[in-house]
């Protein structure tokens, strides 16, 4: 009766340890096939304007073509 107690125990750890690492896989799989849109809605909120380098490194912006 011992020994079948000491296995099941064994068992039962051993499925939370399982259970664990799937779900820490998993969970962020889901999370970037089903897309969650997070990204695109801070993107649209973010005022990003292309521009371009110069020589000295600083940003010239080019003011011609400014998303909303």
Do not use: C, H, W
């Not at 664990?20 to 799989?29: G, K, N, T």
């Not at 089903?34 to 801070?42: A, H, L, R, Y």
Request: proline share 3%.
């Amino acid at each position: 009766m011992n020994t079948i107690r000491k296995f099941f125990v064994a068992a039962r750890i051993k499925l939370m340890y399982l259970i664990a690492v799937l779900l820490v896989l998993l969970v962020p799989l889901m999370f970037f096939a089903f897309g969650s849109g997070i990204v695109e809605k801070i993107g649209r909120k973010i005022p990003i304007r292309e521009g371009t380098f110069s020589a000295t490194g600083e940003l010239q912006l080019d003011r011609g073509d400014i998303r909303k």
